[in-house]
């Protein structure tokens, strides 16, 4: 999941807001849906994120409770604007 947050922050200055929440519907799937807003918003502590992404990525936000980690224990904080149960903590670049 490291892998996952180093490449979406390195890759966020190029992300083009619009286009993503295009696609991300299409996609259908929920769980990237939460995952994704999940990890941009805590990417948000440390650079700047749009936000009409993250507030058009909440709006999208369903009823189910995704792990962060989908194979990872199932004990952890639940982060009510996602969705997403916090069972692993994200290693943030300074």
Known sequence: MDEVVHTIGALLPEVDAARLLTYVPAMHNQALVQRLGY?????????????????????????????????????????????????????LEG
């Open 39 to 91: 990890i941009l918003e805590t990417l948000s502590a440390q650079r700047p994120v749009s936000a009409a992404l993250l507030d058009g990525l909440a709006g999208l936000v369903g009823l189910h409770v995704y792990g962060l980690d989908p194979h990872g224990p199932a004990g952890g904080p639940t982060h009510a604007r996602w969705r997403v149960r916090a069972n692993l903590a994200l290693a």
